[in-house]
């Protein structure tokens, strides 16, 4: 029912910057409560970042906060996550999903998922 396919991941030295995108299809986008988590190699799943339905509420990570920021657009059908002075920790495959119901940061609470983008930082 919900298709969501993230770009914008790449390889670039530690203090670098990226930003991911996530476009949503199959829903109407405001219904929809998204957010962003990643996954290292041999690590579990980790939440990241999440969003309200128009933007006005975010929840990010203690890793991330004031590195990261989130946001969307719903004229685009479009989130994003800004990351800013990355380290060689975020390293990992990032995946955007919708919330069904429960925790924002419980992957459990998520019903749908993107095929993921990677992230890699150097030293």
């Known amino acids: 029912q919900v298709q969501l396919v993230e770009s914008g991941g790449g390889l670039v030295q530690a203090g670098g910057t990226l930003r991911l995108s996530c476009v949503a299809s199959?829903?109407?986008?405001?219904?929809?409560?998204m957010g962003w988590f990643r996954q290292a190699p041999g690590k579990l799943r980790e939440f990241v970042a999440a969003v309200s339905y128009r933007g006005s509420t975010a929840n990010y990570a203690d890793s991330v906060k004031g590195r990261f920021t989130i946001s969307r657009d719903n004229t685009k059908n479009t989130m994003y996550l800004q990351m800013n002075s990355l380290k060689p920790e975020d390293t990992a495959e990032y995946y955007c999903?919708?919330?069904?119901?429960?925790?924002?940061?419980?992957?459990?609470?998520?019903?749908?998922w993107g095929q993921g983008t990677q992230v890699t930082v150097s030293t």
């Open positions: 999903a919708v919330l069904r119901s429960g925790s924002w940061r419980s992957d459990s609470s998520y019903e749908y």
């Open positions: 199959g829903r109407t986008f405001s219904s929809m409560i």
